[in-house]
């Protein structure tokens, strides 16, 4: 406890030097109100440009996942053993109806 008291002691200057700019910030708030939403708004729209960009750039990133996902698959589609254009699966068998099992 004694180090937190001589900590306190020797940022009395500090202390001081906090008091006085405080002082200084109200009577200037005081003096000049239209500050504050001034204040408020520089730092409100850097922000708000922030969450924008992120929230775009999300929505960026998965229209181009999709579409690499839509060439992975016609890119597939394309190099298929069975490749017709009616967009209807293929059999992988030659006779669906008439497995051969080996007994």
């Known amino acids: 406890m004694m180090m937190f008291k001589h900590k306190l002691m020797a940022n009395d200057s500090a202390g001081q030097a906090f008091k006085a700019s405080r ?14 939403p001034a204040t408020v708004a520089l ?7 922030m969450i924008h960009g992120y929230w775009k750039l999300r929505q960026l990133k998965k229209q181009l996942q999709i579409e690499k996902e839509h060439t992975k698959q016609r890119q597939l589609e394309r190099f298929a053993p069975n490749h017709r254009h009616d967009g209807r699966p293929q059999l992988l068998a ?9 007994h």
């Open 23 to 36: 002082e200084q910030f109200t009577t200037l708030v005081q003096e000049h109100p239209w500050l504050i």
């Open 43 to 49: 730092e409100v729209l850097p922000a708000t440009a």
């Open 94 to 102: 030659d006779h669906p109806h008439h497995p051969h099992f080996n």
